[in-house]
């Protein structure tokens, strides 16, 4: 099946709208078509936009509980100086007076910018790329559809998704007792930051053939730009020439709450309609199902390596593995370079160190724990991803494919999750080392490096209770087998506002994060470890049983 | 008679409130070529998905090699190759690698001279990513990776589907040198004209229930030409010829079967009577239901007509 490229621009007929000698012809068939992804993405799209909006609704309230007078929040400022902490915030705007406005603007702002710009990558690359590598792309511009049209569907539907988002933040902000022009434009910096890193998308997916890579190199985009913005707001705290290289930044620098100034984000929305553009030229250059660089050659005969059931889950899970290797560590550092201006914050702030769990041990140690909990909350996610791509192996049918040449259910499935528990145990060191390295440095001591290292271990009964949770689904539900997200989400949500939130224990306790002692700030209680072990163990035989009772492909 | 390497009896399988299986009966005798016929949806994959111990069968027995498909599965396809009819291979890896992956319990398949000489046959370059082969490539992948693994019995789910004739030859050629070999094979197809030219038997299979099993010979009456013709003259001589069946006649339009073994007999005759006009085809499965069984084909029927050579 050869894949065929542009059909003749005027050869088309169309119940719709074209008419005979009009010029928009390549566009014919676009509305349909972002219905058609509506229709789609309608769970998808409403997941975003709720869980967003209901983040930005009690994140407000929390930070005000947290920080109810102006002498918290000037002592919360003082620590934003921290290079750190300017890199997983924003420019400092308001920082000699950092009323409530700007504290929420400076840490709210850039979480909100970075969620958009992934849930806008992943929507852009599902209808187009996604949609093209399966073939389905094909069977649409057979329909009287315009050679532009799937793409500009699958923009116009992005920029309905960023447009629904950015009302839920307004909402979500207006809501909450905040101003309200700045409210607009924080809604329009999401709206408009999305639209940009869709656009981005737009154009990776024109160079690659492949969706996975295409949303990779998206994502790439968005940490170059958001380390790019981090270093330039080092540079100068008000941003220097550097920062303005960002995206981000320009809807940072809008100076929301404090002494707000649209014109930035006429940046954004310029440079949405180059990348678009760009991304179009590109579309005409290649053939449908290609993209712009050449698949290189492989190698004609196997490795050994890969000739067994272990084998080939390691290679197929090795850029998800490297990818997490490198993102955990750097965050890793990242976050542990933060230690030693936080201890001068929690003097001065006590609530700051209730959130942490401070209290036991040094603060250097606390802070290293709480840390901790928030890189292991990744390495559950790396690990419930690599469980679930067992349901994509069964969905394609290369399950069979493995199971007809020797491999037994129980082989496949089990040699597939010890794969990923080893390799989930060696991100969770992974991301010890960084942290400890970060702390260490930060704190000049490098007795904690090999504490937190260790420490780091005591994550493993909770991942793995994560990643059995995913393959007892699979077992018994298979058709519900994502539905393990959903644990992840809540453990993730649990972590970062569960405590400011202070939820009530048996919601808090639906996270197995939220069982491992803080360690090594406390000690490593053995009663919690051993029952989530045990725990983890059931779901992993339940999940075993299950994958050789069922049939395979139901 | 031989041992059977397939015995399967009264098979049922459900799909929620679909009856994929209905009583299903399927023996194939060790060291024949069998083939599999019926239209699509008709059960043929979920036939080929129960013996392989995919799928759990709600009643009926399946045993393939003397062993219990479900039960001992992993015995069995140690013993056995299968080819799925929708070839799904990893994107990333190599045609290579993945022949490799799929034989790796038959030690020595890399670089061995049968991998070599079955790459060359089918013209595949194993170098490439699996994502960048047509549906074609992906199948001589998995046919390659069939074929070079040596074992009892060879499953094969509508190999054919996605390669040109030149491959079809080949494959066709290898599955030959299989039955000299003395391996046994299972062929599901839709196509009545492959399955005459390479099976030893034959079950047709229809909503999930067997409805004609027999040696190709004892299913002759399948496998009529039909024949049209347009002629002024009196066919009467035409309809007393042995080898003749269902002759009609609408004004000069002549329509009738002809046994295979009789066309050189009939075609004498139509050259002494004198024709303008004439088709001689091959039955194809729509036809063959329609008259053997007489209910409506489905989605058979365009399939059906176009495999018909004009």
Redesign the interface.
């Known amino acids: ?2 894949t065929v490229t542009a059909p003749p621009r005027a050869a088309r007929h169309s119940a719709s709208s074209a008419r005979p000698g009009s010029t928009a012809r390549p566009w014919t068939g676009t509305g349909a078509l972002v219905r058609l992804f509506l229709r789609r993405d309608r769970v998808r799209i409403v997941g975003w936009v709720l869980a967003i909006g209901s983040t930005v609704a009690a994140t407000v309230p929390a930070l005000e509980a947290t920080f109810p007078d102006a002498a918290s929040r000037q002592a919360r400022a003082a620590i934003l100086a921290n290079p750190s902490a300017v890199m997983m915030t924003g420019p400092g705007f308001g920082l000699e007076n950092y009323t409530f406005g700007a504290m929420v603007a400076n840490e709210l702002s850039l979480a909100l910018f970075v969620a958009v710009a992934i849930m806008s990558i992943l929507l852009v690359v599902r209808n187009t790329r996604a949609e093209e ?1 399966s073939g389905r792309t094909e069977i649409l511009r057979a329909l009287p559809v315009g050679q532009f049209a799937p793409a500009a569907a699958a923009l116009l539907h992005v920029a309905l998704a960023n447009l629904a988002l950015a009302l839920a933040v307004v909402a979500g902000l207006v809501g909450t007792g905040m101003e309200t022009a700045s409210s607009l434009a924080m809604g329009l910096a999401t709206a408009l930051t999305g639209l940009v890193f869709g656009a981005v998308a737009a154009v990776t997916t024109q160079v690659t ?2 969706a996975r890579s295409a949303s990779g190199m998206a994502v790439a985009v968005l940490a170059v730009t958001f380390v790019v913005r981090g270093i330039g707001d080092v540079l100068d705290p008000l941003g220097s020439w550097l920062s303005w290289l960002s995206p981000i930044a320009w809807a940072q620098q809008t100076r929301l709450f404090v002494d707000l100034r649209w014109w930035p984000l006429v940046l954004s929305a310029a440079l949405a309609v180059v990348l678009l553009l760009v991304a179009v030229s590109l579309a005409q250059r290649r053939d449908l199902g290609a993209g712009l660089r050449q ?8 490795a050994s390596a ?3 059931v272990p084998g ?1 889950a390691r ?2 899970l090795r850029g998800s593995f490297f990818g997490w290797a490198i993102s955990l560590f750097v965050m890793g550092v990242a976050f542990g370079s933060l230690a030693t201006s936080l201890q001068d914050m929690v003097e001065e702030v006590p609530e700051v160190g209730q959130w942490i769990g401070a209290g036991r041990g040094d603060l250097t140690t606390a802070f290293g724990a709480a840390m901790l909990a928030f890189l292991a909350l990744g390495v559950g996610g790396f690990a419930v991803g690599a469980v679930l791509r067992l349901r994509t192996e069964e969905e ?3 399950v ?10 129980l082989g496949w499935a089990g040699a597939w999750f010890g794969v990923v528990a080893v390799q989930a145990v060696l991100l969770l060191l992974l991301a010890g080392l960084g942290l400890g390295l970060g702390v260490g440095a930060a704190a000049g001591e490098s007795g904690i490096i090999g504490r937190i290292t260790v420490a780091a271990l005591a994550y493993t009964p909770a991942v793995l209770v994560l990643a059995g949770f995913a393959l007892a689904l699979l077992g018994w539900l298979p058709r519900a087998a994502s539905l393990a997200w959903a644990v992840v989400a809540w453990a993730v949500f649990v972590g970062w506002i569960g405590a400011l939130l202070d939820l009530p224990g048996v919601l808090a306790g639906l996270s197995p994060v939220h069982h491992t002692p803080a360690v090594p700030a406390e000690s490593a209680s053995a009663a919690p470890l051993l029952v989530m072990s045990l725990i983890a163990l059931v779901t992993v035989v339940a999940g075993l049983v299950g994958f050789r ?5 139901a | 008679m031989g041992t059977f390497a397939i015995e399967a009896h009264q098979l049922v399988k459900t799909f929620g409130a679909a009856r994929a299986l209905d009583g299903f009966d399927l023996t194939v005798e060790t060291g024949q070529i069998a083939g599999f016929l019926g239209p699509n949806g008709s059960g043929k994959s979920t036939t080929i998905r129960v013996l392989l111990g995919m799928l759990r069968a709600d009643s009926g027995t399946a045993d393939v090699l003397g062993l219990d498909s479900w039960r001992d599965a992993v015995d069995l396809h140690r013993r056995l190759a299968y080819v799925a009819g929708d070839v799904s291979l990893w994107p990333n890896l190599t045609g290579g690698e993945i022949i490799d992956l799929l034989t790796r319990i038959h030690r020595g398949p890399r670089g061995s001279a049968r991998r070599a000489q079955l790459l060359e046959r089918f013209d595949l370059d194993p170098a490439k990513k699996a994502r960048t082969y047509s549906k074609g490539n992906r199948q001589k992948v998995a046919l390659v990776a069939a074929l070079c693994s040596d074992v009892e019995l060879y499953l094969f789910d509508e190999p054919t589907s996605g390669l040109d004739p030149l491959m079809e030859a080949v494959f066709t050629d290898e599955v030959r040198r299989l039955r000299e070999q003395g391996r046994t094979v299972l062929l599901s197809s839709h196509i009545l004209a492959e399955v005459e030219k390479l099976c030893d038997t034959v079950t047709i299979i229809r909503g999930g229930r067997a409805v004609e099993s027999g040696t190709l010979a004892q299913l002759r009456h399948l496998t009529r030409s039909a024949v049209t013709a347009t002629t002024t003259a009196d066919p009467a001589v035409l309809r007393a010829a042995p080898g003749v069946h269902d002759l009609t006649r609408d004004n000069h339009y002549l329509r009738f079967d002809v046994d295979d073994s009789q066309i050189s007999a009939v075609l004498g005759l139509l050259a002494q009577v004198g024709v303008q006009n004439l088709t001689i085809s091959p039955p194809s499965l729509e036809e063959l239901f329609l008259r053997h069984y007489g209910d409506d084909v489905g989605p058979a029927a365009d399939l059906g007509k176009a495999e018909r050579v004009r």
Do not use: K, P
């Open positions: 099946m050869s590598e053939a492949r698949e290189r050659l492989g190698s004609s005969v196997a890969l000739l067994s080939l290679r197929l394609t049918g290369r069979e494919a493995m199971l007809t040449t020797g491999a037994s259910r009772r069922r049939d395979v492909g």
